[in-house]
């Protein structure tokens, strides 16, 4: 029966990292602009996932566990790398050869610090609301309000192509 | 809807088309890859515990046998806590299993205390028992992490890791100046077997491990051969 149960948890995980795994690794790409990054720290994430995996397959949204999670280890890595902030001195972006998000656009959300940076990316590339959002991160729904209004400003501020175009209606 | 809206729409249109632009982006790791991960990484963790001397009595949900008398292991599906004189088996909080061997006996009644925690097993302190292809499942390195401290052999197992119908065959046998240890990993393959003699050495220096043997002369009927 042990045997069974492990077995039952394994192809769950199996099940939820296929389903998962492409997207997460996408919205991490955007978020850290550098795919060999990016695919360690999903694959870190889902690790841990795995390890902790009766606590994440109860999550209400698992993948957004796991982006989180990535963009997470990402701050704790270039911590204890540099010592210094990680809004002010991320890595730099990765090779032109592999396939990566609008340099721009990803360097403006590089540029942001980590809690705007992290409602930009549950918000908008995970699609949660903002009380999901609100839950995950363990804030109040006012102040992920708060923080999306001041990234969109500072990504706005930051890429000529919206400053510059005539909005219309 | 104001200019700051439109423009805010913009930006989220933008960005989740910069994400939808990454269709041909894909993780390449497999599921298998990201599991054995962690085995090896819980593996790393009891390792470092039994290393610094977490040899203790356990003192568990399940019932403890202790001593050096007849073994009954009784356990829930939870806990496993068996310690004897020779050998303990001991199951952690994270589901890992903890072995310490510090006297080749009572090999039956390892091997039960095992299935007790979850690992189903072939234990035998007087030959060793390889698969009768030569080699086992790679998986053997996510389940298993063994190390010596003097005389005993200390292992932490990982059941989690163990593919389905599996069974961990554990050989140990004493040999100047220590036991030589054998572990391999079987699926629905025969073994075959090889008597321990007087002239069992590590093979290289005075290592106190050694691995498997590669010949083979008492074929038996697997994957849970009686000991």
Redesign the interface.
């Known amino acids: 029966?042990?045997?069974w149960g492990?077995?039952q948890?394994?192809q769950e995980?199996?099940e939820f990292?296929?389903s998962a795994?492409?997207d997460?690794?996408?919205?991490v790409?955007?978020s850290v602009g550098d795919?060999q990054l990016a695919?360690d720290l999903?694959?870190e994430a889902?690790?841990?996932a795995?390890?902790s995996w009766r606590t994440v397959r109860a999550h209400p949204v698992p993948h957004a566990w796991v982006v989180r999670t990535a963009l997470n280890t990402h701050v704790s890595w270039w911590r204890k790398r540099r010592h210094e902030t990680p809004s002010d001195a991320l890595p730099e972006t990765g090779t032109a050869e592999v396939?990566?998000?609008?340099t721009a656009?990803?360097a403006a959300?590089r540029s942001l610090p980590a809690r705007q940076r992290e409602v930009?990316t549950l918000r908008?590339?995970c699609d949660l609301d903002t009380d999901a959002t609100a839950r995950l991160l363990g804030v109040a729904p006012g102040t992920v309000g708060a923080h999306l209004?001041r990234a969109?400003t500072a990504?706005?501020t930051q890429?000529p192509s919206?400053t510059d175009q005539e909005?219309t209606? | 809807m104001n200019d700051d809206d439109i423009m805010a729409a913009q930006i989220m249109a933008a960005l989740r088309g910069a994400k939808d632009s990454l269709t041909d982006v894909r993780m390449d790791a497999s599921a298998d890859s990201i599991v054995a991960r962690a085995g090896r990484r819980r593996l790393h963790r009891g390792l470092s515990v039994a290393g610094a001397g977490a040899l203790a009595l356990g003192v568990g949900l399940g019932v403890v046998v202790s001593g050096g008398g007849g073994v009954t292991p009784v356990s829930s599906d939870k806990s496993v806590h068996v310690n004897l004189a020779a050998w303990s088996v001991n199951t952690t909080s994270d589901g890992l299993v903890d072995v310490t061997v510090r006297e080749l006996t009572h090999p039956a009644a390892m091997r039960q205390a095992l299935a007790q925690a979850g690992v189903p097993a072939y234990v035998s302190f007087d030959k060793f028992c390889q698969p009768k292809s030569g080699h086992g499942l790679p998986q053997i390195n996510a389940v298993l992490g063994h190390s010596f401290s003097g005389h005993a052999v200390l292992m932490t197992i990982d059941p989690a890791a163990m593919p389905a119908g599996s069974e961990l065959v554990i050989g140990m046998v004493h040999a100047w100046p220590g036991t030589v240890t054998s572990f391999s990993l079987v699926k629905d393959g025969p073994l075959t077997c090889r008597p321990a003699d007087e002239d069992m050495r590590p093979p290289v220096g005075n290592t106190p491990t050694a691995p498997a043997p590669t010949s083979s002369d008492t074929p038996i009927p697997s994957p849970t051969p009686s000991s």
């Open positions: 029966m042990r045997i492990v077995e948890k394994r995980f199996t990292y296929t795994k492409d997460c690794l996408r919205i790409l955007v795919r695919e999903v694959a889902f690790t841990r795995w390890m396939p990566t998000a609008d656009l990803t959300i930009i908008v590339l209004h969109l990504l706005r890429l919206f909005v209606r």
